[in-house]
């Protein structure tokens, strides 16, 4: 591969550092993003993992610095009525003393994107990819929306999990499937909720699950995930208004901790909501000189705070595979067998997460609450979670 072109298609999280990692191996990679312009406010907060951080520390970026971010390596869990039901480490300390950190999206995207140009990569907006085809001579031709066509020896699809790529490799390819939770979030400030540095704060509350964190600042960060058995339409969801979500969710945590009401009624700015979708399995990550990663091969929820960083680990093996295997296809294939089994596992993780935060029958919020504490301590404890956090990509390691 080496001395020939990579077309990255997608300029989130995972396609600018397939980008780095690619020039790293001496492969030119362009990205080409169908955003009109940069999207640094898009989204709210993700958790970039230590597993994703490893990453970012093998190409020697400084997401944590340049894009602000809040290391949370514990999360404490608690029932709605306050009771403490225990605590979670959120991944392993780096040897450089590096934690689990919230990140803005917009901004950890920006960081990204900003360190790939200043390495030489090009990120071309407006570049919404319709389809592909590949040519007599093996190369991939990419075809965007508006009208243009770029040529490369292989073309990474990035593009998240509605991914076009996907759809134009395999039409019969999964489409996302709607988990039956929305999840909604803003930024609040509080002068009487005491800051606590290095925790997040998880409530699973007698309707609905809350979650946030307070910086040094009292500037708050927070979500809620809500159960929704029908999928709402993005036009239903545009249409209703901040000041409607803060009433709806005072309803839904009423009786809930206190402090959840008065962060939901110190919110500034605009509150978000989303669908939470993911797919369990896609039956190709690849074909020809076409591949997927990230959210494109495996699509998440975001209740195990894996998505970002499955994304990132991805784009550091695909771009070993392609450095160090002659062959386009075999060197996709085998991408594909290093990572299929980690990245569905973590899906069917963060989906089995979720389900228990929609739990909102009395009973069954009772027995949770009871039970919680002994689960947490049992399948929660940094030995049961040392395969999700202590991933790592020898980078120097040649690929066999
Ligand atoms: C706007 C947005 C906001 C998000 N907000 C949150 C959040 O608040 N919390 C959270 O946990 N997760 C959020 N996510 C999801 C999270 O960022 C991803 O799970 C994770 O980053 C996986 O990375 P990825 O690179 O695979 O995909 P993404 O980071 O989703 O990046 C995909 C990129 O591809 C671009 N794209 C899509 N279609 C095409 C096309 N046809 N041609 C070219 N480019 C295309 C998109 O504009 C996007 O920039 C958000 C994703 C997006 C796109």
């Not at 995930?225 to 005072?250: M, V, Y």
Request: proline share 4%.
């Amino acid at each position: 591969m080496t001395n020939r072109r990579a077309l990255i298609v997608g300029g989130g999280i995972g396609g600018p550092v397939a980008a780095m990692a690619l020039e790293r191996a001496g492969i030119q990679a362009v990205v080409y993003e169908a955003a009109e312009a940069p999207g640094d406010h898009v989204g709210l907060f993700l958790n970039t993992s230590s597993n994703g951080l490893d990453v970012l520390r093998t190409l020697a970026v400084d997401a944590v610095g340049q894009a602000d971010g809040v290391p949370i390596p514990y999360s404490v869990m608690w029932s709605g009525t306050g009771k403490r039901l225990g605590e979670v480490a959120n991944g392993i300390r780096l040897q450089d003393g590096t934690v689990s950190t919230a990140i803005r999206r917009g901004l950890l995207q920006r960081v990204l994107r900003e360190e790939a140009e200043r390495r030489g990569v090009t990120v071309e907006f407006g570049k919404r990819l319709d389809t592909y085809r590949v040519g007599g001579d093996g190369q991939v031709i990419a075809r965007f929306a508006d009208g243009t066509e770029a040529e490369g020896a292989v073309l990474i699809g990035a593009d998240g999990i509605h991914s076009a790529t996907r759809q134009a490799m395999d039409p019969a390819a999964p489409k996302p499937t709607y988990t039956g939770l929305l999840s909604i979030g803003g930024y609040s400030h509080s002068t009487t909720i005491s800051p606590t540095p290095d925790t997040q704060h998880f409530v699973f509350g007698s309707r609905a699950f809350f979650g946030y964190l307070v910086r040094a600042s009292g500037e708050i960060w927070w979500f809620a995930n809500l159960a929704r058995a029908d999928e709402p339409s993005r036009a239903e969801l545009a249409g209703i208004s901040t000041a409607e979500w803060k009433r709806r969710l005072l309803d839904l945590f009423a009786g809930d901790l206190d402090r959840i009401a008065e962060i939901l009624q110190a919110t500034q700015g605009e509150i978000g909501a989303y669908t939470v979708h993911d797919i369990p399995t896609i039956p190709t990550w690849h074909r020809g000189p076409v591949v997927l990663i990230g959210d494109a091969a495996h699509a998440t929820s975001p209740n195990a705070g894996q998505g970002a960083s499955l994304a990132m680990e991805d784009a550091l093996v695909v771009a070993k595979c392609l450095r160090d295997l002659p062959d386009v296809e075999q060197a996709l294939a085998t991408y594909e067998r290093l990572r299929r089994e980690r990245a569905e596992k973590v899906v069917a993780y963060s989906h089995r997460i979720g389900r228990s935060k929609t739990i909102s029958n009395p009973v069954g919020v009772w027995i949770r609450d009871l039970v919680m504490p002994f689960a947490l301590k049992r399948f929660a404890n940094p030995k049961a979670h040392a395969w999700i956090y202590t991933y790592h990509v020898d980078w120097d390691d040649k690929v066999a």
